[in-house]
């Protein structure tokens, strides 16, 4: 049988509209085991006093719109000040950025936040400060300044292998670790690059120190929780099982500080080294989930990123019971994922689907739900959004020239939302369903026994209460397959597909969601 679209379409259509005569589920807050965290980078967000840069006080005026989208926390890239644009190498610990506002406006911004029920969480960058951070240019000015212990030194010839290495990283791109401040012939380990030196936690004033931030935050500012950036380089790459004590010792000071707070950790690695993190962070993020969800849409093998979850899952449920995945599609570091999804707006509707239908507590990058564009170098994946057309966009930033989302490559929002196809009413929807349905928030991941044609990508999630079906064409073609028995009712349609007796004919890029009555 050959449905013409036009069939399928209706036939989907009278589906969906079916079930919404039943009563709404009620919509539910998940975070942080399985609820939505937004990333923002202020600077490109919202620019309230018309200086191009985005601010807290923007960020506030739309607090409104985080809720609408759907989301109950949002992360922060750095805020405190620091000589680049992106802030990852801090110059004051206990301040925020003048470009952004004030500690005031922060405050403000977080108390508006919570009586929206909306959490916030900050980046947190301890493993390395500026090298214009008070405590480098002490500790640069002579051997026996009392900062001297705060970094990292060798002498030169002791560091000799060291500085002819050419392995990178897969989260740098720096060859040389050691560098030379101009000053005497002492090195400093830097693992990123020379203007952000790694701070010695060997010396328990370090410790201290930043354990004293972390109380700041939280008790003098109120935030709920922090992203702690480069999780993994606090000790150097050959001593992991000290990096595991000193996450736990900083998890355990900060809850004596505030029992529930929420620690996210950026372990940029494969899962055997991301796991033994999660003592000490009990929300990591899944690197693997990232780049498996594009090799998935890219060779539209369907079953990829199922069993590979359903590994990861496993995995991590042996080192402990209690963990957060972390989900991710994109984030700052990573192409915008419409440029690496081929640009292909089905392909990319498909694998926001995917994202927010799979477990974990999943992380959206500004942006992309309108469809940014962005490739590196960095700066041209965290462009100013698009709030509106340019001429009524008035709080739109402009410390950078977009180079990939502008006015002629992506609607603005504003559009967005009086298009019921758009992306925006796509994540929105997404996330709503996600939020009203527990198992599709909490439910555990289930992987059907029945082998499917190669392009499908089909998975249970299971509560007590609540069973749901998810099964996605990630090719091209159309593809036929059989029903599991009792899931009838399509509660999220993407595409075109027409069900005859248990018998789903499921177009390329089509996705389903069905509810067992
Ligand atoms: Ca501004």
Not at 113 to 118: L, Q
Not at 122 to 145: C, G
Request: net charge negative.
């Amino acid at each position: 049988m050959n449905f013409p679209k036009l069939t399928a379409s209706i036939l989907a259509i009278s589906l969906l509209s079916s079930c919404a005569k039943k009563e709404t589920p009620e919509v539910k807050n998940y975070w942080p085991q399985a609820g939505v965290t937004y990333e923002i980078f202020v600077q490109s967000f919202y620019d309230s006093n018309g200086d191009g840069i985005g601010d807290f006080n923007g960020v506030t005026q739309k607090l409104d719109y985080v809720k609408e989208l759907g989301a109950n926390a949002i992360w922060f890239m750095p805020i405190m000040p620091s000589p680049t644009y992106h802030k990852y190498d801090v110059t004051d610990y206990k301040a925020v950025h003048p470009d952004y506002g004030t500690l005031e406006d922060f405050k403000k911004l977080l108390e508006e936040a919570h009586k929206r029920d909306i959490k916030i969480v900050i980046d947190m960058i301890i493993n390395h400060t500026s090298n214009q951070h008070p405590w480098f240019l002490e500790a640069k000015s002579s051997r026996d300044n009392p900062y001297r212990d705060y970094y990292v030194w060798a002498q030169k010839d002791t560091i000799a292998d060291f500085l002819n290495k050419k392995v990178i990283t897969l989260d740098s791109d720096n060859i040389q670790q050691w560098h030379d401040p101009g000053i005497g012939e002492d090195f400093y380990y830097g693992f990123f690059w020379g203007g952000m030196p790694d701070l010695n936690f060997d010396n328990p004033k370090v410790r201290e120190e930043i354990f004293e931030i972390g109380r700041f935050w939280l008790e003098e500012v109120g935030v709920d929780g922090f992203r702690l950036d480069a999780a993994k380089h606090i000790f150097p790459d050959d001593r992991p099982l000290d990096n595991h004590e000193f996450w736990k010792e900083f998890r355990a000071k900060m809850e004596a500080i505030k029992p529930d707070i929420y620690l996210v950790g950026e372990v940029y690695d494969k899962k055997e080294v991301v796991a033994p993190y999660l003592p000490g962070l009990p929300a990591l993020f899944n690197f693997d989930f990232h780049y498996t969800l594009l090799e998935t849409m890219n060779t539209g093998e369907g079953m990829l990123l199922a069993k590979k979850q359903k590994e990861i899952l496993d995995f991590y449920q042996g080192i402990t019971p209690n963990f957060i995945d972390a989900t991710i599609s994109s984030n700052h570091d990573q192409p915008r994922l419409l440029n690496e999804l081929g640009s292909d707006p089905e392909k990319y509707k498909q694998a926001i689907s995917v994202l927010l239908t799979m477990p974990g507590a999943p992380y959206l990058y500004y942006g992309e739900e309108i469809g940014m564009l962005g490739l590196k170098p960095d700066e041209n994946i965290r462009e100013p959004f698009l709030w509106d057309v340019k001429e009524k966009d008035t709080g739109r930033a402009s410390w950078i020239e977009s180079k990939y989302s502008t006015d002629e490559t992506v609607t603005p929002l504003a559009l967005q939302k009086a298009d019921p196809k758009s992306y925006f009413n796509h994540y929105k929807t997404l996330i709503a369903l996600r939020n009203s349905h527990p198992a599709l928030a909490v439910g555990k991941l289930e992987l059907p026994d029945q082998e499917y044609p190669k392009s499908i990508m089909a998975y249970f999630r299971k509560t007590a209460g609540q069973e749901i079906f998810i099964v996605h064409n990630v090719g091209k073609e159309e593809v036929e397959l059989e029903l599991p028995v009792g899931f009838e009712e399509v509660i999220f349609g993407l595409g075109d597909g027409v069900n005859t007796n248990g018998k789903l004919k499921l177009s390329g890029n089509s996705s389903r969601v069905y509810l067992k009555e």
